[in-house]
């Protein structure tokens, strides 16, 4: 199946740095790819859409600024975390959609990576 | 009110018992309806993926969508411990608005030996 691999799995960093997440889709090419944040006990909230070579979509109240994302080539997107405080800390999870063998473009079902734990003290 | 509703649980049950879930939505443009298992601090994974309305079988799963209600339902058979989870139920539109899949809150459940 579809590959989606995560890094880091979890960072812990100081209030005010950035801190950077990437997402690869190991054996597939994803033109699109997604970042969700999840809170405790909470469902996966859709941040943004990454769009490979343009400009990320980002959902209504997401900061563009805060949440820079990059989708460099058509198996890597990044999500950047900048000036970072106690508040963004969050599971943070990529997703992917793989096309092979699929007759559907838009609406077939996504990958998730195993997600990024980010702690901010 | 969410746009998908879908009970937390937690949903406690006997190995070899039927785990029986299920989601509520509001969007009448759902056309796609998925169900994501999640262990504790992974990512989830995809177990079933349906089309519009009916049912839908995969070994010891069992999706079903009744459009007409805006209802889908998760059956697993002969649960077993390694079933514990949290359950998500996810849909999306049709078109270019089906690449967002829009989440129930999900549902964790127990399976005990």
């Known amino acids: 199946g579809a590959v989606v691999s995560q890094h880091p799995s979890w960072v812990i960093c100081k209030s005010g740095t950035s801190v950077k997440i990437e997402c690869r889709s190991l054996d597939f090419q994803a033109t699109t790819m997604f970042w969700y944040r999840q809170f405790p006990k909470q469902s996966l909230m859709l941040m943004a859409t990454s769009n490979e070579g343009s400009k990320a979509t980002y959902e209504q109240g997401v900061e563009k600024d805060k949440f820079l994302i990059n989708h460099a080539s058509l198996t890597l997107s990044t999500l950047t975390v900048t000036s970072a405080h106690p508040e963004d800390s969050s599971f943070y999870i990529c997703s992917a959609r793989d096309l092979r063998g699929q007759g559907i473009s838009y609406n077939s079902p996504l990958h998730f990576g195993n997600g990024t734990r980010l702690t901010v003290t | 009110q969410k746009e998908v509703e879908q009970d937390p649980g937690p949903l406690s049950v006997p190995e070899g018992a039927i785990v029986s879930l299920n989601c509520t939505y509001s969007n009448s443009a759902f056309q796609y309806f998925m169900w994501y298992r999640q262990y504790s601090r992974k990512g989830p994974e995809l177990l079933m993926y349906t089309y519009s309305s009916g049912n839908k079988e995969d070994g010891r799963f069992t999706a079903q969508v009744d459009k007409s209600s805006k209802y889908i339902s998760l059956f697993i058979r002969d649960s077993q411990p390694s079933d514990s989870a949290t359950y998500l139920c996810?849909?999306?539109?049709?078109?270019?608005?089906?690449?967002?899949?829009?989440f129930g809150g999900g549902t964790r459940v127990l399976v005990k030996p």
């Open positions: 996810a849909m999306s539109e049709k078109g270019a608005a089906g690449n967002k899949l829009t």
